[in-house]
């Protein structure tokens, strides 16, 4: 079976760009691969974060993945940082990785040329880390929204680097990235990803949000004056995000979805497209709610460790034994 391994970091409440993007899709994978999938704890901390803010993110984020469907018995789900192995090879290849390579990375130049001061070494390098995360487990696939696309193609020249001069270490992975939802986009700004660390949060819907608070994000949501649902990014961005949501969330294509809302007005578009939200939150905030009152979420982390960390050791080991670190 095909491995395939993912992970989001908790520096906030998982939203609806990383539910469509993302953990929906480790979900649908559950059936025909061997699906891993983890909480990058480590990547939060390349900025300044609140400890106990960071713990609770983390504990709702395992408790969301299992209300969106992982199931603890088929796939594997745990922590970055325990299984420290991550971090150990994240070195290995942080001296594997060129310096260019790392200021090509877009994350980092977008910081840079919004003249960011005082950015983290940690921050600088965390492509290598995120590589580590897929070599050390000899992922096959990668699903990731489209802004992470990059990092899994470092991750690929590092495999084939490391292959080429030492032999073969690594399985070299693949993305994968769907065709609709890979990048939801800011309710209020169209023109940029929907994110966690926004400085506001009205254009950002939580899994966690209250249904009222989501409803009334996408009735605010931006739309133009052009009174015509039609898929037109470059024209209609904030028509073209609340479609790619619809049709996300209801399991149709973007043609499906415009020719469904073709004669609506703007407001009762948006209410359709709230109505679809909303039940999505309300299945998802039953489960979690349940969960949490539960142990699931310590038993998921403690098999998710087991199985995670036995694949990793022997990988680290073969690694080290390879760059003559430990014989
Ligand atoms: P993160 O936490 O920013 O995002 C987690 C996943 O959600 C996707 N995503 C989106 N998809 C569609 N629309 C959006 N607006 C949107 N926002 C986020 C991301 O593409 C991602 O798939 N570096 C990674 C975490 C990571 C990782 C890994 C992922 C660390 N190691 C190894 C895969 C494999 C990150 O910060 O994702």
Redesign the pocket.
Known sequence: MKKM???????GEL????Y????RNFVKYQDDYDVNV?I?NL?TITFPQDPEEINKYLHDAIGLYLACGLDKDRATIFL?SDVLEHANLGFILACHTYEGELDRMTQYKDRKSKGAEGLSAGFYT?PS??AA??LIHD?DF???????KQ??ELTRDLAQRMNNRYGKLFNVPEPLIQKV?????DLQDPTR????SDQSDKGCIYLLDSVKSARKKIMSAQTDSLAQVKYDVENQPGISNLLTIYASIADVSIEDAEAKFKDYRYGDFKKAVADVVVALLEDIQGKFNDIVQTDIISETLASGKAKAQAYASKKLKLVNETLGIHI
Request: zero cysteines; hydrophobic letters at 45%.
């Open positions: 391994l993912s992970g989001i970091k908790p520096t939203h609806l760009g990383n469509i993007g993302a953990l983890f990058a990547h970055q965390y880390l995120m995360d897929i992922a990668v699903p990731v929204g489209d802004d992470q990092h899994v939802g890979a990048r939801i986009m990803k929907m994110s966690k």
